[in-house]
């Protein structure tokens, strides 16, 4: 059998690594499309270099563009690769343009999609993730859903459950696989001079966010707030979208909120461990604070990631200043005795054997 990953931004290079290791363990025959919707060395290079995962096969240097670019030209771009390779199975994960673009090309041609982190909807449709989602799943063959609740939705879409498998998500494989060389090799609390418990953890880089000065210049001002009242540090790395924004709307960061570039996912991991409590419109960043036992404040009306917020590690602040400030003040009341719904790290297993399942039909 013939196995056939595509990814094409940070997100898919670190949840994807598990899959990929888990290939590379039962010597299975497969190959590695990026897109390279990311493309900077720290969003993209890194990880490949943290995660010891060979350089892709094909590389379509798709980079930045507007949707309908990004799409078509992965669009284009995968057909005429799958036509020459002709595998049984493509995988994506998530929900980015590569991955609907990936999953779309690939159903087409009557090759067989698996979308791993099936199911999830912020039933937000402005936000461009849920139209790929949505569209995703409904083009796939086999659907991993990482939780009940996904496969839940799933069904009242009309997806047969014949197709659809509750793994857990990746994203856990990949923490557990990482955490501990983490916080042995990683430097990043000395060289930001920081300690455990003693800084707060931001990242935002959602369109509907960032592409809105209304809505970031709130958030920045969320972030002074909480640095004021709790007398701590604000650590950002910055996504490149968020730096062209704040420029673009010539917004000042006030000096409580310490700007960085985006860092490797050991240095992340390390600052993600240790933070006081993770500020966030990151997918990941919300499932991987719940996994590690962190308070996740997510800076959104929403989330595709309600099972965080059922088990109490997370809370939706939207973007409003006074509201952020609340809702960091409630979670740090809580306890974090709070349980895991995202896997026990064994993912990645669970979906190859089920591919290997399926291939025997
Ligand atoms: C994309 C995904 C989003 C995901 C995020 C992960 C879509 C619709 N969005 O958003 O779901 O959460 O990746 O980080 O697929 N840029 C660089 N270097 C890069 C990549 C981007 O400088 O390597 C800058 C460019 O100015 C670009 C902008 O960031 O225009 C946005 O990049 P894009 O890939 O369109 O979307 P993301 O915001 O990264
Ligand atoms: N991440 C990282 N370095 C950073 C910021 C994030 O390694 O500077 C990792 C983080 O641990 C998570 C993933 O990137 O695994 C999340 O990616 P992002 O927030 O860009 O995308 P989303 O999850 O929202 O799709």
Redesign the pocket.
């Known amino acids: 059998m013939k196995i056939f990953i595509i990814l094409g931004?940070?997100?898919e290079i670190i949840k994807m690594s598990p899959v990929i290791r888990e290939c590379i363990k039962k010597k299975l025959n497969f190959s590695i499309l990026h897109t390279n919707?990311?493309?900077?060395e720290n969003?993209?290079k890194i990880f490949f270099k943290e995660l010891n995962l060979s350089k892709p096969k094909y590389n379509l240097n798709v980079g930045?563009g507007t949707?309908a670019e990004?799409t078509a030209s992965i669009l284009v771009g995968v057909e005429k690769i799958l036509l020459k390779e002709k595998p049984e199975i493509v995988l994506v994960l998530g929900?980015?343009?590569?991955v609907l673009a990936g999953a779309l090309a690939t159903a087409k041609l009557h090759i067989k999609v698996g979308h791993i982190e099936a199911g999830l909807r912020s039933y937000y449709r402005e936000m461009?993730?849920e139209i790929?989602r949505i569209l995703t799943d409904h083009c796939s063959d086999l659907l991993f859903a990482p939780t009940k609740k996904a496969k839940g939705i799933l069904l009242s879409e009309g997806i047969l459950s014949k197709n659809i498998f509750v793994t857990g998500n990746t994203v856990a494989d990949a923490v557990f696989q990482n955490l501990k060389l983490a916080e042995k090799k990683s430097k990043i609390l000395e060289k930001f001079h920081l300690f455990k418990r003693g800084y707060f953890l931001m990242t935002a880089?959602?369109?509907e966010n960032v592409d809105n000065k209304g809505r970031l210049k709130e958030i920045l001002k969320g972030a002074k707030l909480i640095s004021k009242k709790f007398s701590l540090p604000i650590i950002y790395p910055v996504?490149?979208?968020t730096r062209?924004m704040l420029k673009k709307f010539k917004l000042k960061v006030p000096k409580d909120i310490n700007l960085i570039e985006p860092l490797g996912y050991l240095d992340f991991l390390k600052l993600e461990n240790n933070t006081k409590l993770i500020l966030t419109d990151?997918?990941g960043m919300q499932e991987e604070g719940c996994i590690m036992k962190v308070p996740c404040v997510t800076l959104r009306d929403n989330t595709e990631r309600p099972e965080s917020i059922e088990v109490g590690s997370n809370l939706l602040s939207g973007t409003n200043s006074s509201r952020i400030l609340k809702c960091v003040s409630k979670m740090l009341n809580k306890n974090r005795r709070w349980k895991n719904p995202f896997g026990s790290g064994k993912t990645a297993e669970k979906i190859i054997k089920i591919i290997q399942k399926d291939e025997k039909k």
């Open positions: 931004t940070r997100p919707q990311h493309y900077s969003l993209d930045s949707h990004q929900d980015t343009n590569t461009p993730e790929n880089h959602r369109a996504h490149p979208r062209k990151s997918g």
